[in-house]
């Protein structure tokens, strides 16, 4: 293993550094379709099925950043839902809230808030750490490889 920062010169002095931050990019980037199927499996596992919770939650949008700069490698995984009206709270569900209408009244007082199991979000996506990792050393190891063949 080499030092990120010995590498991050090499690249910041490489005649064609965009295509091969991209391919970085890219090779980091692989794991995210399983982080995705992971977090929708365990929302509708864990989650209530009745009155389709689990459903509503699973069809949350999962998408992936890769940042990578002079001083880190960084892949950052968010979740996000549109509703009626505005934007879901998903970060809330993941805590192990959600407010929910009483007998499908939707009035200003007549909501409630329902306690469901915490992490369907979380849990998967930091068990995927370790994939995330390897394939930030994998994407390393090709810009080291393209570092050295010129």
Same mark, same amino acid.
Do not use: C, Y
């Given at each position: ?81 549109? #509703?009626?009206? %505005? ?5 809330? =569900? /993941?805590?192990?809230?959600?407010? !929910?209408?009483?007998?499908? @009244? +939707? ?18 996506? #930091?068990?995927? %750490? ?5 394939? =930030? /050393?994998?994407?390393?190891?090709? !810009?080291?490889?393209?570092? @050295? +063949?010129?």
């Amino acid at each position: 293993m080499t030092d990120w920062h010995i590498v991050a010169a090499q690249i910041k002095a490489f005649d064609d550094r965009r295509a091969l931050v991209k391919a970085m990019r890219t090779a980091i980037r692989k794991p995210l379709p399983d982080i995705r199927k992971a977090i929708k499996k365990r929302a509708t596992d864990t989650l209530p099925r009745r009155g389709g919770l689990g459903k509503w939650v699973a069809s949350t949008r999962v998408n992936g950043s890769v940042q990578v700069n002079s001083r880190r490698v960084r892949m950052r995984v968010r979740g996000g839902r549109n #509703s009626t009206g %505005s934007r879901s709270d998903v970060k809330s =569900i /993941d805590r192990g809230r959600v407010r !929910a209408p009483a007998w499908g @009244r +939707r009035g200003e007082n007549d909501w409630h808030t329902q306690s469901v199991p915490p992490g369907f979000f979380t849990t998967p996506a #930091s068990d995927a %750490s370790d994939e995330v990792l390897g394939a =930030i /050393d994998d994407a390393v190891d090709l !810009a080291l490889d393209q570092l @050295r +063949r010129g």
